[in-house]
T-cell receptor, first 113, second 113 residues
Framework: GQQLNQSPQSMFIQEGEDVSMNCTSSSIFNTWLWYKQDPGEGPVLLIALYKAGELTSNGRLTAQFGITRKDSFLNISASIPSDVGIYFCAGQLAETSGSRLTFGEGTQLTVNP | GAGVSQSPSNKVTEKGKDVELRCDPISGHTALYWYRQRLGQGLEFLIYFQGNSAPDKSGLPSDRFSAERTGESVSTLTIQRTQQEDSAVYLC???????????FGSGTRLTVV
């Protein structure tokens, strides 16, 4: 099945530092999404990307949809303790029926105060 | 309701027993999805409902898994003759159309002992 490779698997940073994580795919997506999941909760949508090359910001978060449509990155600037959690990329295949999302394995972010 | 509601939040069952998980989507959302999340992993698609169309069951891992949805309301995911490898968090999500940006519930944590 479709695979999304997300890296890094985990990150340990100091408060105030910037963070970058990315996802790559062997197939084209027409939508890329980034989610954050806190313990015991479902994922919450952070940013949605719809066009190749699109760069979108949401506060301290910035994400880009790769030109090849096979990759995306998420940057978090000036990290704060509440950024702790698991970040997932998700893609929607161009040819899929419905709106099934394929998820990456997640990046566990730890922010030390 | 204001969000996607799932019940129970936790379920411990003995191997071989059947379990039923419930999802109440956001009112008016026509699309409903079930995903499975094993510990430390990403989300794995199970099944998708869109209005009165035939559901996309292609993600169900075996014939022990089934799901029903009544119109555009409640859905139940049933796992028969549970096995230990069924232990996971089962997440439900809904969206207003077959687009992106689902809203997830908090999930049901299933433990098979």
């Amino acid at each position: 099945g479709q695979q999304l490779n997300q890296s890094p698997q985990s990150m340990f940073i100091q408060e105030g530092e910037d963070v970058s994580m990315n996802c790559t795919s062997s197939s084209i997506f027409n939508t890329w999404l980034w989610y954050k999941q806190d313990p015991g909760e479902g994922p919450v949508l952070l940013i949605a990307l719809y066009k190749a090359g699109e760069l979108t910001s949401n506060g301290r978060l910035t994400a880009q949809f790769g030109i090849t449509r096979k990759d995306s990155f998420l940057n978090i600037s000036a990290s704060i303790p509440s950024d702790v959690g698991i970040y997932f990329c998700a893609g929607q295949l161009a040819e899929t029926s419905g709106s099934r999302l394929t998820f990456g394995e997640g990046t566990q972010l730890t922010v030390n105060p | 309701g204001a969000g996607v509601s799932q019940s129970p939040s936790n379920k411990v069952t003995e191997k071989g027993k059947d379990v039923e998980l419930r999802c109440d989507p956001i009112s008016g959302h026509t699309a409903l999805y079930w995903y499975r999340q094993r510990l430390g992993q990403g989300l794995e698609f199970l099944i998708y409902f869109q209005g009165n169309s035939a559901p996309d069951k292609s993600g169900l891992p075996s014939d022990r898994f089934s799901a029903e949805r009544t119109g555009e309301s409640v859905s139940t995911l049933t796992i028969q003759r549970t096995q230990q490898e069924d232990s996971a968090v089962y997440l439900c999500a809904s969206s207003p159309w077959t687009g992106d940006g689902y809203t997830f519930g908090s999930g049901t944590r299933l433990t098979v002992v």
